[in-house]
């Protein structure tokens, strides 16, 4: 069975630094692009950024800068920089990733979920 298990949310005061991981575990042949997403209170879940296998990556607008995105492939791990955290970047924070379970099904999974939560 595939996991998703993510760490590294909490509480943070305005200005500060988190750092998320997302380590994959399981039966997988091949790990694809893996990304964060978010989800604040009445909105809707948005990218917050996206890496592929090869390190290329892609941010949402309203982070770029603030956020760094890696992975480690042999670990099947990807990892979110958080700095100059603000207030509207409270939320929860989700980990996906594309997989390739066996050699002919790829399908994506999504982590639990950890809180952000930027105070002022």
């Known amino acids: 069975q595939v996991q998703l298990v993510e760490s590294g949310g909490g509480l943070v005061q305005a200005g500060g630094s988190l750092r998320l991981s997302c380590a994959a575990s399981?039966?997988?042949?091949?790990?694809?692009?893996m990304g964060w997403y978010r989800q604040a209170p009445g909105k809707q879940r948005e990218l917050v950024a996206r890496i592929t296998t090869d390190g290329n990556t892609n941010y949402a607008d309203s982070v770029k800068g603030r956020f760094t995105i890696s992975r480690d492939n042999a670990k099947k791990t990807v990892y979110l920089q958080m700095r100059s955290l603000k207030l509207e970047d409270t939320a929860v924070y989700y980990c996906?990733?594309?997989?390739?379970?066996?050699?002919?099904?790829?399908?994506?999974?999504w982590g639990q979920g950890t809180q952000v939560t930027v105070s002022s």
């Open positions: 399981g039966s997988i042949f091949k790990v694809n692009d």
């Open positions: 996906n990733a594309d997989l390739w379970v066996t050699i002919v099904t790829r399908t994506g999974y």
